[in-house]
């Protein structure tokens, strides 16, 4: 075989190679997964769910749906758990393996009931979905383990929008102010304060018989109750009986208190005059207002007396008046 033979066989074998390559990398991606996944977030009933976010466990990548509740995630690796949240639903997943037909529907069922909690607003009670007022609202529960004496101090912090000043430093809670607004609200002024349906004041409530709170905050408070609502409204729900086996529940709180010093007071009478005696003649120059010798005299004799002698009686007639009598015991 001469060298031309060669050099086509070398020639016939690239061009094969060259053509074969191609092919190979075209067979390759037909067989390679697609990574991404396309689909449609609804509730029961059909309706898409905009805005809602759809987040791979294991990656993290995520994505929100579109006005028609469709979204695309892509650089997944299958099988993949998908989490997806919305407004209004608990967190549901979904496991999707990448077989299904895309775009594959996933079918938020479980709801919360978060927008169905009904709200104290005054004139009964509103689901939270339908409130349009400014309302907070405190539950009971959230005051229970603070260590408290009063409700003004128990729902202080509890609500962002409660400022609560104590002018004097006491802990009785009597000179405690409430503001619902912030400081620098115009005419800032006290709530109204209602304890079940009836005007009270928040010293006069145990934070222990509290089942919730609802805050009035804007002016529409004032189309029920008037002016004194013009700085809001503070409505306290009370706990009252129910069904079921009997509760207790006890708060005990204890202190000891001790004083800082303790004084080593004068006890005996015979000392006493004299120091007094000496302080007037000191200090005023006359002797009014001070004892006799007689009745330094008799004080002298029973200041050593831890009870009454019958020889040395304590309460004897005074020597300047017939009604006057003195006194010569020691005290403790």
Aim: charge should be negative.
């Amino acid at each position: 075989m001469n060298k031309t033979s060669h050099l086509r066989i070398l020639c016939a074998t690239l061009v094969s190679i060259a053509l074969l390559v191609p092919m190979l990398l075209g067979a390759q991606d037909a067989t390679r997964p697609d990574t991404s996944f396309r689909g449609v977030v609804v509730d029961r009933y059909g309706e898409a769910l905009i805005g809602a976010s759809v987040i791979d466990k294991k990656s993290g990548n995520y994505a929100l749906t579109d006005e028609s509740g469709a979204f695309i995630i892509d650089k997944l690796s299958f099988p993949v758990v998908l989490t997806v949240s919305y407004l209004g639903f608990d967190d549901q997943e979904f496991t999707v393996t990448g077989q299904e037909s895309q775009p594959f529907s996933l079918v938020m069922t479980s709801e919360n009931n978060v927008l169905d909690e009904l709200v104290v607003v005054g004139y009964g009670t509103q689901k939270r979905v339908n409130l349009t007022g400014a309302v907070s609202v405190i539950d009971g529960k959230e005051l229970n383990f603070r260590p408290v004496t009063n409700t003004a101090m128990a729902i202080q912090g509890a609500d962002p929008s409660l400022v609560i000043t104590n002018s004097s430093g006491s802990i009785d809670g009597t000179n405690y102010s409430v503001n619902v607004r912030g400081k620098l609200s115009l005419n800032s002024g006290s709530p109204l304060i209602l304890v079940d349906g009836i005007e009270s004041s928040l010293t006069q409530v145990n934070p222990n018989d509290i089942e919730s709170i609802s805050v009035l905050k804007d002016a529409s408070a004032c189309a029920i109750y008037g002016a004194k609502a013009s700085a809001g409204v503070i409505l306290i729900n009370t706990k009252s009986g129910s069904a079921g086996d009997a509760k207790i529940t006890y708060n005990g709180r204890f202190s000891i208190s001790a004083n800082t010093t303790s004084t080593d007071f004068m006890t005996c009478g015979y000392d006493y005059v004299t120091l007094m005696n000496d302080f007037y003649k000191t200090f005023k120059g006359y002797g009014a207002w001070t004892y006799s010798d007689e009745q330094i005299q008799m004080l002298y004799e029973r200041r050593n007396d831890v009870v009454e002698d019958p020889t040395r009686p304590w309460v004897v007639p005074d020597e300047t008046g017939t009604y006057t009598y003195v006194y010569l015991g020691n005290f403790d």
